[in-house]
């Protein structure tokens, strides 16, 4: 562990009784050593802080400090801090002293990330700039619980624009990513009395997760070619659906589907909740907009940096139906008050000048490409493993054909062949049954960096070519 940067100012000792002060101190420093709480590399404070902070004469602290380097456990340079020598405390653990395995970098196509190499540092830096050259003291306050109110103005101008979401600044809530806004959202339902929530099968499995832990259960929505079934009834408090790029199986909802989706939330009195998690990642023809533009009342509408600039950020939104804007407030205020108000300045400075559609633009450019490669290189040496799904999103779901290895079979054999891939059977709410879905792999076209796509696809292909 490089200690190297732990200049303490600080240092807590707890002298004993007892004893006397300068022993006192010998001891609590020594014993501070020896657990490892102060580990070797750490920069004591000057002595003459430490005296005054212990309310010890200065000489007492010298005193001590020399004989801890005499018995070894400090080492003092003339002109230097006195710090804690090398090699002292307790052995480090076996495990962290293991050397870390050598091998190949593998090729990760795990599904999840966007390239991360491609977040606009520059651009993001100099707004980060701005934001604290320009605002005001009272912006880093507790503030309003929704998230910024510039952040909100330039988000529903955005949303409205490029996704045909109907809101208004006083009904986002900025989150910390969709998982966030889920959470709360399932929160506030049970608080007023649900037991059931509706979700696709298969969806990301950590929605079911989160369900099952705010007590809720989830029943399966089937989906087809044409997205989301919501033959479900009226059992459940709502129904959380991807209509525009269905996660993992990229259909996208057909336009009866949709409108039965709102025939279902009015009849029934629900809400639709619709993750849009990759909304702005269509490369065919131009997105279609959001359900929630056709029906704001009962669509709640969940957006996310995640896969536009990068999960790290945490930074998503929901807009809300009327009804939901003030326990939605109050359930944001009990978790954690608010999203990181400096993310919020500067993404609205991206979000104002066109850095952000701009960067979505160029990184659409890329992922289409990077797609277009990718089923390419499989029509032409494994034709047997069948794409699904529209062009959009980030990631590609592949169908291994029925008689072929089995999914655990397929993911485990490329893992040796250091090759990263997601599976889907994870995503089904009936593992039990094995092939609900049928064995597929989904593949994360996005997460490399670009130097590294063309090599990642080619050791793919040739993995996926020995399956056979
Ligand atoms: C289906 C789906 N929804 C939402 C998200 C985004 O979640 P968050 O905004 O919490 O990062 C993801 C990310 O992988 C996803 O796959």
């Excluded at 506030?188 to 832990?213: K, N, Q, S, W, Y």
Aim: one cysteine or more; proline letters at 7%; aromatic letters at 6%.
């Amino acid at each position: 562990v490089d200690t190297a940067w732990t200049n303490f100012g600080d240092l807590h000792l707890e002298l004993p009784d007892g004893v006397g002060r300068r022993q006192g101190l010998e001891l609590a420093l020594r014993a501070a050593v020896q657990s490892g709480r102060l580990p070797p590399g750490t920069t004591l404070p000057a002595s003459r802080t430490l005296a005054r902070d212990l309310g010890l004469a200065r000489g007492t602290v010298v005193d001590a400090y020399a004989q801890l380097v005499a018995e070894g456990y400090l080492r003092a340079r003339a002109g230097a801090a006195t710090t804690v020598a090398p090699g002292v405390g307790p052995a480090p653990s076996t495990a962290a002293a293991r050397p870390m395995a050598v091998g190949p970098r593998p090729a990760d196509l795990r599904p999840g990330d966007p390239d991360l190499g491609s977040f606009p540092r520059q651009r993001w830096l100099r707004a980060m700039r701005s934001a604290l050259a320009t605002a005001p003291d009272h912006a880093l306050g507790y503030g309003d619980p929704r998230g910024d109110l510039d952040l909100r103005v330039a988000l529903a101008a955005y949303l409205g624009r490029t996704r045909g979401v109907a809101t208004t600044p006083d009904r986002l809530v900025v989150t910390s990513g969709f998982a966030q806004g889920l959470t709360l959202l399932l929160h506030v339902l049970r608080a007023d009395g649900a037991t059931r929530i509706a979700m696709e099968d298969p969806c990301l499995v950590l929605h079911r997760t989160i369900a099952r832990r705010e007590g809720i259960r989830v029943v399966p929505i089937p989906v087809d070619d044409d997205g989301a079934r919501p033959d479900i009834g009226g059992d459940v408090a709502a129904a959380v659906i991807t209509p525009a790029h269905h996660f993992p199986l990229g259909v996208t909802m057909s336009p009866q589907r949709r409108a039965d989706w709102l025939t279902w939330a009015r009849d029934h009195d629900r809400v639709v909740i619709e993750d849009d998690y990759d909304g702005e990642f269509r490369y065919d023809r131009q997105a279609v907009g959001a359900l929630q533009g056709l029906d704001p009342d009962h669509v709640v509408y969940g957006g996310t940096t995640s896969k536009s600039l990068a999960p790290g950020l945490r930074l998503g939104w929901l807009a809300l139906p009327e009804r939901l804007v003030a326990p939605m407030v109050a359930a944001k205020s009990t978790a954690d008050q608010r999203v990181a108000t400096l993310n919020q300045l500067a993404f609205t400075e991206l979000l104002r000048d066109g850095s952000f559609d701009r960067h979505l633009r160029s990184r659409r450019t890329a992922y289409r490409s990077r797609r277009d490669h990718l089923v390419q290189a499989l029509a032409a040496t494994t034709p047997w493993a069948q794409p699904v799904g529209i062009a959009a999103g980030l990631q590609l779901l592949l169908r291994l054909p029925e008689g072929g290895p089995t999914e655990a079979d397929a993911l485990e054999e490329l893992a040796r062949r250091d090759v990263l891939v997601g599976g889907s059977v994870v995503h089904d709410h009936h593992r039990q049954v094995p092939g609900v879905g049928g064995a597929a792999l989904v593949v994360g076209y996005a997460r490399p960096a670009d130097h590294e796509y063309g090599e990642a696809i080619d050791r793919f292909v040739a993995a996926l070519a020995g399956l056979a």
